[in-house]
C-alpha cells in the first residue's frame, strides 16, 4: 500500500512569491492533516480536513495560508505571498475513518530566500 | 498552554543496548499517545501507540509505559541498534480524528 504522497519535496523561493504543496493521502484515509514542523521542534496542526470539510483550521495564518481538498481526496497548501518564517517543513499526514493513528507523508522543505 | 516536553533533547547509548526515551505531557484529558520516530529528511514514522485505560504496551523491540499519575511517558527500546538512530517525538491527543500535539524530539544517537 502506498504511503502518503507529497510534492514537491523541496522548494526554494524569494519572499513575497506565492508556493503550493501537494499532498495524496493513503487510500481510504477520510481524514487529511497539514502540519508545520520547524527546525528542532515537533509538528504542529495546520488544518484538518474530514473529506472536502475543513473542521479544524484555528492555527492556519488565514491572511497569507489557504487550503483546499475539493474532492475530499489530494489536497493542496497555497502560501502567498511567502515570507522568510515560512521556511519550514510542510508534512501532510492522513487517518482512517475514526481511527487516530496518524500516518505521515515525507514533507516538503521550504526554504524562503 | 497545554503542551508535551521531553526531559533529554540527546540520548546516546551503545548498540545492543537498551535505550529509554522519556516524556512528560500536561494535559489531563489526553487519553491517546504515540510514538514517532523521524530520520533525516523524512517524516515522522509511526512506532507504537497507547491508550489512557492502559499501562504498558508492547510492540516489537518496543516498549511504552504511561503512568497518568505523573503524566508521563516513556519508550524503551531493546537491544538499540545503528538504525534506530533518528529523533523521538511523543504525541498526545485528546479526541478521535483531532489534531496531535508534539513536544519538541528527543535526538537518539546509537553508538558502535
Known amino acids: 500500500e502506498a504511503g502518503v504522497v507529497q510534492s514537491p519535496r523541496y522548494k526554494i523561493i524569494e519572499k513575497k512569491q506565492p508556493v503550493a504543496f501537494w499532498c495524496n493521502p493513503i487510500?481510504?484515509?477520510?481524514?487529511l492533516y497539514w502540519y508545520l514542523q520547524n527546525l528542532g521542534q515537533g509538528p504542529e496542526l495546520l488544518i484538518r480536513y474530514e473529506n472536502e470539510e475543513a473542521v479544524d483550521d484555528s492555527q492556519l495564518p488565514k491572511d497569507r495560508f489557504s487550503a483546499e481538498r475539493l474532492k475530499g481526496v489530494d489536497s493542496t497548501l497555497k502560501i502567498q505571498p511567502a515570507e522568510l518564517g515560512d521556511s519550514a517543513v510542510y508534512l501532510c499526514a492522513s487517518s482512517l475513518p475514526g481511527r487516530r493513528e496518524q500516518f505521515f507523508g515525507p514533507g516538503t522543505r521550504l526554504t524562503v530566500l | 498552554g497545554e503542551s508535551v516536553g521531553l526531559h533529554l533533547p540527546t540520548l546516546s547509548v551503545q548498540e545492543g543496548d537498551n535505550s529509554i526515551i522519556n516524556c512528560a505531557y500536561s494535559n489531563s484529558a489526553s487519553d491517546y499517545f504515540i510514538w514517532y520516530k523521524q530520520e533525516s529528511g523524512k517524516g515522522p514514522q509511526f512506532i507504537i501507540d497507547i491508550r489512557s485505560n492502559m499501562d504498558k504496551r508492547q510492540g516489537q523491540r518496543v516498549t511504552v509505559l504511561l503512568n497518568k499519575t505523573v503524566k508521563h511517558l516513556s519508550l524503551q527500546i531493546a537491544a538499540t541498534q545503528p538504525g534506530d538512530s533518528a529523533v523521538y517525538f511523543c504525541a498526545e491527543n485528546t479526541g478521535t480524528a483531532s489534531k496531535l500535539t508534539f513536544g519538541t524530539g528527543t535526538r537518539l544517537q546509537v553508538t558502535l
Open positions: 487510500s481510504g484515509h477520510n481524514t
